[in-house]
């Protein structure tokens, strides 16, 4: 490490470029590039921090959004080749650059460098503008660990970050993996910034003032009201995480409630809240694949929330004939589940060429939910009306879980040297980014988070809605 550090200070100031025997900074580079990418700086509404600590912000009418910090004079250059979505991310990891400040405005630079490519041939002729101060910047191996102002952290504690699969795409063994990879990474680490209820999914907020631990607990009311729960009835809950909503239903309408997961942490915890709560007459947690819940059990409600992303789009319909299956006649089925709403508007070649060459979601797939499958919300009822439901109701809650997830990771920068311990320093910086990112996501309208009431109607047609939804919301 001493000697790749004594290379970057020796690089740090000047490099050869193409004219012999001339030399040029590599601080003018670097300016030249960020230019180039994202405007000027007195356009541009965030602030540059170099290696030397100089900072670069021209505008005087407005603080910057976030300040982009780049740690060492080639950081550009390990963030931009290759330019994808991948490569930027792990760039961050690699603590090359950093955030101070607004993560998720910050989110807005990747569409704003996929946009920039627009084509085979905007990419050509950016990198004709770009390419050859990028490789005037100086060049070094990648690092194996993060740095950070108090010192150098590990790699990695607790999840594996390169997450390892085989087998056949959504099977069960391979979809057992690719869940746990994410959801095993402890349960300390999510307590740090989740609900006291540890409610992993979106939250709902009737006014956006109300604490995370209120808007988490509406949500939980909002699902029971939706399925119209009634004492004594059965309750499935398919991806159950940490046994929130089935306590919640248990105690606050009491059903009997059955809530599955693949995550062994997650269940052990759950059952632990059980016991303490004193409910283990009316809900039990079990790790159970939704595939394999026993073709004789039959529920009168059933709910999904923030499971059906692991589905994919192979297996849609088995998800749905499987819960219509399980489902009494004159049931109700609540599926809450992020939505593709950018897969289901019209695009040009230059937009789907842009995606290709920057690899959108690349970053995720490899880090934070190996296999996971967004569909446009079209297609998952048409998926559902497909097994026999009949749709009853939508609601979107997407600016609901925006807010959520700016909660979310205003509580994990908090407690940022508590999840660096846990985990170590590169998992903390996944799910900070993964959350600012998903959060611009909802905000600007890419991603969808939607709440689908289907229904089991009996021979007769009959269900157990009411005429009005008006006792939803009193």
């Given at each position: 490490m001493a000697s790749i550090q004594a290379r970057h200070d020796t690089a740090g100031t000047t490099q050869p470029v193409a004219a012999p025997g001339k030399r040029v900074p590599v601080k003018?580079?670097?300016?030249?590039?960020?230019?180039?990418?994202?405007?000027?700086?007195?356009?541009?509404?965030f602030a540059v921090r170099l290696w030397?600590?100089?900072?670069?912000?021209?505008?005087r009418d407005r603080e910057p959004d976030f300040t982009l910090v780049l740690r060492r004079p080639d950081a550009l250059r390990r963030m931009l080749l290759p330019p994808t979505e991948l490569a930027l991310g792990e760039a961050y990891l690699r603590d090359d650059f950093d955030i101070e400040g607004d993560i998720e405005a910050a989110a807005a630079l990747s569409e704003m460098l996929a946009a920039r490519i627009g084509s085979p041939l905007g990419l050509a002729r950016l990198m004709r503008r770009v390419g050859p101060r990028l490789m005037a910047l100086p060049e070094s191996p990648p690092e194996h660990t993060v740095s950070t102002g108090n010192g150098r952290v590990g790699p990695k504690r607790g999840a594996d970050l390169n997450?390892?699969?085989?087998?056949?795409?959504?099977?069960?063994?391979?979809?057992?993996?690719?869940?746990?990879?994410?959801?095993?990474?402890?349960?300390?680490?999510?307590a740090l910034w989740l609900d006291r209820r540890m409610v992993y999914s979106c939250a709902y907020f009737k006014t956006g003032t109300?604490?995370?631990?209120?808007?988490?607990?509406?949500?939980?009311?909002?699902?029971?009201?939706?399925?119209?729960?009634?004492?004594?009835?059965?309750?499935?809950?398919?991806?159950?995480?940490?046994?929130?909503?089935?306590?919640?239903?248990?105690?606050?309408?009491?059903?009997?409630?059955?809530?599955?997961?693949?995550?062994?942490?997650?269940?052990?915890?759950?059952?632990?809240?059980?016991?303490?709560?004193?409910?283990?007459?009316?809900?039990?947690?079990?790790?159970?694949?939704?595939?394999?819940?026993?073709?004789?059990?039959?529920?009168?409600?059933?709910?999904?929330?923030?499971?059906?992303?692991?589905?994919?789009?192979?297996?849609?319909?088995?998800?749905?004939?499987?819960?219509?299956?399980?489902?009494?006649?004159?049931?109700?089925?609540?599926?809450?589940?992020?939505?593709?709403?950018?897969?289901?508007?019209?695009?040009?070649?230059?937009?789907?060429?842009?995606?290709?060459?920057?690899?959108?979601?690349?970053?995720?797939?490899?880090?934070?939910?190996?296999?996971?499958?967004?569909?446009?919300?079209?297609?998952?009822?048409?998926?559902?009306?497909?097994a026999g439901f009949e749709t009853r109701d939508v609601e979107s809650l997407r600016e609901h879980y925006a807010l959520t997830l700016r909660h979310w990771v205003r509580r994990l920068e908090e407690r940022h040297d508590d999840a660096a311990r846990l985990v170590g320093e590169a998992t903390y910086r996944v799910w900070r980014l993964y959350m600012a990112g998903v959060a611009h996501g909802f905000a600007s309208g890419t991603l969808g988070i939607v709440q689908t009431l289907f229904s089991k109607p009996r021979e007769d047609g009959s269900t157990v809605l009411p005429w009005t939804r008006e006792d939803l919301y009193v």
């Open positions: 003018h580079h670097t300016l030249k590039i960020m230019d180039a990418l994202f405007g000027p700086a007195a356009q541009r509404s030397d600590g100089s900072v670069h912000y021209a505008r997450v390892r699969l085989a087998g056949l795409r959504h099977s069960r063994r391979r979809d057992a993996v690719a869940v746990r990879s994410h959801y095993d990474v402890g349960n300390d680490f999510y109300e604490t995370l631990d209120e808007a988490q607990t509406a949500k939980m009311e909002l699902i029971c009201r939706k399925l119209r729960l009634r004492p004594g009835e059965t309750l499935l809950d398919i991806g159950c995480g940490w046994g929130g909503l089935v306590m919640y239903a248990a105690e606050h309408y009491g059903v009997n409630a059955l809530g599955i997961t693949l995550s062994m942490p997650q269940a052990e915890i759950a059952r632990q809240r059980i016991r303490e709560a004193r409910l283990g007459g009316r809900c039990r947690v079990e790790v159970l694949d939704y595939r394999d819940v026993p073709p004789s059990e039959q529920f009168d409600k059933i709910v999904s929330v923030g499971m059906f992303e692991h589905v994919g789009r192979k297996n849609l319909p088995l998800y749905f004939e499987q819960t219509w299956r399980h489902l009494a006649p004159g049931g109700l089925f609540l599926n809450h589940g992020i939505v593709d709403l950018a897969a289901a508007r019209p695009s040009g070649p230059a937009e789907k060429v842009a995606e290709k060459i920057f690899r959108t979601g690349s970053f995720i797939e490899k880090y934070v939910f190996p296999d996971g499958e967004l569909m446009p919300p079209g297609e998952v009822i048409r998926a559902a009306e497909g």
